[in-house]
């Protein structure tokens, strides 16, 4: 386990790492975050995390209060002291402390960041197995776009899913449309050999994983269609996976009680893990 985190200035023993009661993430979720995988001091897609970072910072009228190169060196500090090689970053911004009052209209606040870091194993890297997920109903807030730490309906969703013994929860808007997972970006590959996954239209995080698949796709003359698909589309797709940082390219082969493939991870899938994999090897 990481011994050393970030918080608010001060890099702190795991035990040490406390942030204030009043803290408004504590409170209200008022805080929002970034997870940023790295593999021997290679970051995976690091400007495009900070620069989601950015956004949903201005999304809810927080202002980061050091550069973004002071934020990189803390970043790069933390990983070091924990002498991790293969890891994710845990970033998180908070609008601050302040004694509890729903409005932060004439508060003075100074927002609290903190950085912790987890360790992996390089076999999370190399092996992986198709995974089964269930489909629940998408009863998250109006702004799924922004990153914010408020995470109830999923980790809510994750649970039920943990339960089935499921890797993933699916959800499903109200005209059974797939909007996403609960912590991933969902794809499709249907019968006619088109690959899926829903538009950006507020509805969905715009996955950062999911915008370096795509591109890697289009570099391999794989056309993308960014469409909202049915659940019945999702059903009986030909393959379906799922990305996300921490979890890259992980196909589905299960979902409810239909099998995807027969059970078995499919062509493109692969190679997309693949091919992500490899430009992660030269990101930034
Ligand atoms: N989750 N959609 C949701 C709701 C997510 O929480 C995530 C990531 C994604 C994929 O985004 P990205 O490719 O940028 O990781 C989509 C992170 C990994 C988490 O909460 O731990």
Request: a positive charge; proline letters at 2%.
């Amino acid at each position: 386990m990481a011994k050393i985190s970030y918080v608010d200035g001060l890099y702190l023993h795991y035990k040490d790492s406390k942030i204030h009661i009043e803290d408004r993430g504590y409170h209200f979720g008022d805080a929002v975050y970034e997870v940023v995988m790295f593999n021997e001091g290679i970051f995976f897609d690091y400007n495009e995390h900070i620069k989601r970072l950015l956004r949903s910072l201005k999304s809810l009228d927080i202002e980061l209060p050091i550069s973004t190169n002071s934020l990189k060196i803390i970043i790069n500090n933390v990983i070091k002291k924990n002498r991790i090689v293969f890891g994710s970053v845990y970033i998180q911004v908070s609008r601050g402390v302040a004694q509890r009052n729903h409005s932060y209209k004439n508060l003075t606040l100074k927002p609290i960041i903190i950085i912790s870091t987890t360790e992996k194993n390089k076999d999370y890297l190399n092996n992986f197995v198709g995974v089964s997920a269930i489909t629940l109903n998408d009863n998250r807030w109006a702004r799924p776009d922004i990153k914010t730490t408020q995470l109830l309906p999923n980790i809510l969703a994750k649970t039920i899913a943990d339960k089935k013994s499921a890797y993933e929860a699916i959800f499903i808007d109200q005209y059974d449309y797939i909007t996403e997972g609960s912590s991933s970006n969902i794809w499709i590959v249907n019968y006619d050999n088109q690959l899926i996954t829903r538009n950006l239209d507020g509805q969905i995080l715009s996955g950062i994983t999911r915008n370096s698949v795509k591109k890697c796709a289009m570099k391999n003359n794989i056309k993308v269609l960014e469409r909202k698909f049915s659940k019945h589309e999702l059903l009986t797709a030909k393959e379906v996976f799922l990305t996300s940082a921490t979890s890259f390219v992980t196909p589905i082969v299960k979902i409810d009680n239909s099998s995807i493939n027969n059970g078995l991870i499919g062509e493109l899938s692969c190679s997309l893990r693949e091919l992500y994999l490899k430009a992660m090897k030269s990101s930034n």
